[in-house]
């Protein structure tokens, strides 16, 4: 059976601010709108579910986040996951300039983890706490132009 990834869903706190952090690291958003009904609640599996959601798309086309504010049922908080706790770890994005793309998340007051790590002389790469306490990866391929 031929089985494709069609996108990774994420519930945030704000969608408006989450929209304004990845478009700014280059992704485009491809629709919104608000869904509710029996469909919905079918889908999801939770009763009388209402929310605002955004699809998001990476600039290569290949990859595409699909982002959901709750109306009803309120949103749960949770503590932020940290890295080695078990389920969805974290959306993670290949990136040309990490100092950069650094900058453009300072902006929206997301910075690293830790800081910037050199795996190997083949990546640059760092955990950033983005909206909603999101775990995202952003990582610079070193030696691009190196066969």
Same mark, same amino acid.
């Given at each position: 059976?031929?089985?494709?990834?069609?996108?990774?869903?994420?519930?945030?706190?704000?969608?408006?601010?989450?929209? &304004? +952090?990845?478009? #700014?690291?280059?992704?485009?958003? *491809?629709?919104?709108?608000?869904?509710? @009904?029996?469909?919905?609640?079918?889908?999801?599996?939770?009763?009388?579910?209402?929310?605002?959601?955004?699809?998001?798309?990476?600039?290569?086309?290949?990859?595409?986040?699909?982002?959901?504010?709750?109306?009803?049922?309120?949103?749960?908080?949770?503590?932020?996951?940290?890295?080695?706790?078990?389920?969805?770890?974290?959306? &993670? +994005?290949?990136? #040309?300039?990490?100092?950069?793309? *650094?900058?453009?998340?300072?902006?929206? @007051?997301?910075?690293?983890?830790?800081?910037?790590?050199?795996?190997?002389?083949?990546?640059?790469?760092?955990?950033?706490?983005?909206?909603?306490?999101?775990?995202?990866?952003?990582?610079?391929?070193?030696?691009?132009?190196?066969?």
């Amino acid at each position: 059976m031929p089985i494709k990834l069609e996108n990774v869903g994420i519930a945030v706190r704000d969608l408006e601010a989450t929209i &304004a +952090f990845f478009t #700014d690291l280059g992704l485009t958003v *491809l629709g919104r709108d608000t869904v509710g @009904g029996e469909w919905t609640d079918t889908a999801v599996g939770l009763d009388g579910n209402h929310a605002n959601i955004a699809m998001l798309q990476t600039p290569d086309g290949n990859g595409r986040l699909e982002l959901f504010e709750y109306i009803h049922p309120d949103a749960i908080e949770t503590e932020p996951t940290r890295p080695n706790e078990i389920g969805m770890h974290r959306v &993670a +994005f290949s990136v #040309d300039d990490i100092d950069e793309a *650094l900058q453009i998340a300072a902006r929206h @007051g997301c910075h690293p983890l830790r800081g910037v790590a050199t795996y190997e002389d083949i990546y640059k790469l760092t955990y950033v706490r983005g909206p909603s306490g999101i775990i995202v990866m952003l990582a610079e391929e070193l030696n691009k132009d190196q066969p």
